[in-house]
């Protein structure tokens, strides 16, 4: 836990020099880097998403690579392709740039849904196919993929199984006035010129690895198992402890992906705080995050302004806290 502790700490402290604010959006990463799981992340342009992959990427030694999504992207252009050798009459494999320990999926929805597919085996299986052959992904492997609420013109709506395979989806704000004014001080100061070199952490993959496999070790106690399935069995049947109101604009609940997010994401958030052992909180500082891209709401939702957030605190009110 010490050496957890310190880790974390310096991680944190990486990103806190470079990204003003943001501490939601540096708690989702951490926990994504803790369980290995992926982020969806959705805000306008101009939120420092690239900037605090790349400090976080950066923070730990790991390679990083930003692919920016367009309807022309193809799957090769992803995942690699094999190239013809005149001189030695062999194809060469080329491998892609999702071979990297954290990708950055700019704006996924511009991608058609081919291309959006050819990320499903790499997220969820941690390995790309080639010409037949198979290339493991490296170790820790994330993928950060943001999307951009504003422009829908000429965009591909994520389908709900490529959905439900992100850990997570984080929804960023605009900055305050005083952090937006510290932004540009930073600026003014050359703190993200390009060609610095950030201060060394000191932090390597191999205690991400450490982190990854202590979270592992975290104390769960079978009461909030228990409450964690109960909150997801409410968003496939609301219609049995929701309000009528609200329980009409559920049209799927969360798969049981939701509820190991849930175990998955409690672990590294009381890693985060010290912990060795879950407590009900951690689940409901999740629940935001796990659940507002699995639970599904039907076109009357969208009419009357009722936002996914707005059912799952509805669902948590529903279901006695252990």
């Given at each position: 836990m010490e050496r957890a502790h310190?880790?974390?700490?310096?991680?944190?402290?990486?990103?806190?020099?470079?990204?003003?604010?943001?501490?939601?959006?540096?708690?989702?990463?951490?926990?994504?880097?803790?369980?290995?799981?992926?982020?969806?992340?959705?805000?306008?342009?101009?939120?420092?998403?690239?900037?605090?992959?790349?400090?976080?990427?950066?923070?730990?030694?790991?390679?990083?690579?930003?692919?920016?999504?367009?309807?022309?992207?193809?799957?090769?252009?992803?995942?690699?392709?094999?190239?013809?050798?005149?001189?030695?009459?062999?194809?060469?494999?080329?491998?892609?740039?999702?071979?990297?320990?954290?990708?950055?999926?700019?704006?996924?929805?511009?991608s058609s849904a081919k291309t959006q597919s050819a990320m499903l085996e790499a997220m969820q299986e941690r390995q790309t196919s080639i010409g037949g052959r198979v290339y493991a992904l490296p170790r820790p492997f994330l993928v950060l993929a943001t999307q951009n609420p504003i422009e829908q013109e000429g965009t591909y709506q994520l389908p709900e199984a490529q959905l439900d395979r992100f850990l997570l989806k984080e929804v960023l704000d605009y900055p305050s006035p005083a952090e937006e004014a510290e932004v540009i001080r930073r600026i003014e100061a050359g703190v993200y010129d390009e060609g610095r070199a950030d201060e060394p952490t000191g932090v390597t993959l191999d205690d991400v690895v450490f982190l990854q496999e202590l979270a592992k070790r975290v104390y769960v106690d079978a009461s909030i198992v228990n409450y964690v399935v109960q909150l997801v069995y409410v968003t496939r049947h609301p219609q049995q402890y929701l309000p009528a109101g609200l329980a009409d604009y559920v049209e799927f609940g969360a798969s049981p992906r939701a509820s190991i997010a849930f175990v998955q994401g409690a672990r590294a958030l009381a890693l985060l705080h010290g912990r060795d052992y879950v407590i009900p909180e951690d689940v409901k500082h999740l629940r935001h995050g796990v659940l507002r891209h699995r639970v599904i709401l039907g076109y009357e939702a969208a009419a009357d302004d009722v936002r996914p957030e707005t059912v799952i605190d509805a669902v948590f009110g529903a279901v006695q806290t252990p």
């Open positions: 310190r880790v974390l700490g310096t991680v944190s402290d990486a990103f806190s020099r470079k990204v003003v604010g943001q501490t939601a959006l540096r708690d989702t990463l951490l926990i994504a880097l803790i369980t290995g799981g992926h982020v969806l992340l959705e805000s306008v342009p101009g939120l420092a998403k690239t900037t605090a992959a790349q400090t976080l990427s950066s923070a730990v030694q790991a390679s990083f690579t930003r692919i920016q999504c367009t309807p022309d992207l193809l799957p090769s252009d992803i995942t690699g392709t094999q190239i013809y050798d005149a001189q030695k009459s062999t194809f060469v494999t080329q491998l892609g740039p999702v071979h990297s320990n954290f990708v950055l999926l700019d704006e996924i929805n511009r």
